[in-house]
DNA sequence: CCATAATTTGCCTTATTTGCCAAATATGAC
DNA sequence: GTCATATTTGGCAAATAAGGCAAATTATGG
């Protein structure tokens, strides 16, 4: 594959590998509606705020989200909406998905 | 978390996990044009023929794309193409924030 | 300056993903 | 049947990602 071509999917890739994972999905979901600080997600999801505190930095170098300080803490809201377009096509993709596995099943007494 | 969200995200990642992948993503911009058959998709990565072959595998376990028979070939093509929508709008992420970096790039001069 | 709270970073261990090779399978031609 | 071609599968080593803990950082309030 030509090389230009090569860089430019992976950096799609980077940024798809960052929504890739269901903690920082629930987040982006969260930060959608209004933005939260580090402690409001960790109190939500309940994994180590250490933990927590690393989806986002992948998450905001990404640039999906963005992050402001307000005193001790750094609240992070979403920046990229679009993202949310394409949630709403993985849930249908799920569905399809889900409804033709359900087929297989059913019919599977047939020889 | 609640039990039941988390599987929704769980689902939501296994099926974005399956787009981050350059070679995935190549794959589907390619499938997205026409369906092609796994040695043309060989032939134009690069890679061994038992890597493409897993690559359409995880893409196709997913529902992204589905295979049809034809000989001793198997043609693949997209299944879902809002995925396309969703490309557009990481392109859109990427461009703005190459140009973000370049900012602070620039500016890096300034206390 | 000291204490406290919120967040990030570094280190480490474990789990997952990747990609190649060789072997297995499937299909069609002879 | 055998042979050649296309594809998939299994196994394995290397690369990458995840998550917890402790230490470092940052900002605030006395």
């Known amino acids: 594959m030509d090389s230009k071509l090569k860089i ?3 950096m799609r890739a980077e940024l798809i590998k ?3 994972h ?3 999905l629930f987040i982006v979901d969260e930060l959608a509606k209004e933005s939260k600080c580090v402690c409001e997600l960790t109190e ?3 994994d180590d705020m250490s933990t ?8 905001k170098s990404a640039g999906i989200i963005e ?8 609240y992070y809201k979403l920046k990229m909406q679009c993202v949310l377009n394409f949630f709403m096509c993985v849930e249908t ?3 399809e998905h889900l409804k033709e ?9 047939k020889s």
């Open 67 to 74: 992050s402001e300080k307000r005193g001790t803490q750094v």
């Open 8 to 10: 430019k999917y992976q």
């Open 52 to 59: 927590i505190s690393k989806h986002l930095s992948i998450l």
């Open 22 to 24: 269901p903690t920082r």
């Open 44 to 46: 939500m999801i309940g």
């Open 101 to 109: 596995q359900m087929k297989i099943i059913e019919g599977k007494g």
């Open 93 to 95: 993709m799920i569905q």
């Open 18 to 20: 960052a929504l890739a």
